[in-house]
């Protein structure tokens, strides 16, 4: 079992930068993937930034070279970086990991609200 708790959301103004935390605890030494979702009102879920434990950070196009994904292992904590926010990235952001031994279980936070007004 993994639990995660986000935070670091609130109101910001399109141009300003906020960054997003999500601690995990519980069995994080069989984390192999952890990323960040978003779903904005009337719309499905969405990959924002994903980091597995070996291999290079994947992002959405709608915000590459705008966020930046980090994970800190000794604080079992990956960051969103948001840089440049447009009201568009105005949604429910949710940390996801998936992890397991011999089989791969999803784990969600509670999320945590990203509103950018413009």
């Known amino acids: 079992q993994v639990q995660l708790v986000e935070s670091g959301g609130g109101l910001v103004q399109a141009g300003g930068s906020l960054r997003l935390s999500c601690v995990a605890s519980?069995?994080?030494?069989?984390?192999?993937?952890i990323g960040w979702y978003r779903q904005a009102p009337g719309k499905q879920r969405e990959l924002v930034a994903r980091?597995?434990?070996?291999?290079?950070?994947n992002y959405a196009d709608s915000v590459k070279g705008r966020f930046t994904i980090s994970r800190d292992n000794a604080k079992n904590t990956v960051y969103l970086q948001m840089n440049s926010l447009k009201p568009e990235d105005t949604a429910v952001y949710y940390c996801?990991?998936?992890?397991?031994?011999?089989?791969?279980?999803?784990?969600w936070g509670q999320g945590t609200q990203v509103t950018v007004s413009s």
């Open positions: 980091i597995r434990s070996s291999g290079s950070p």
């Open positions: 996801k990991v998936d992890a397991g031994t011999y089989r791969i279980d999803t784990y």
């Open positions: 519980g069995s994080t030494s069989t984390i192999n993937a």
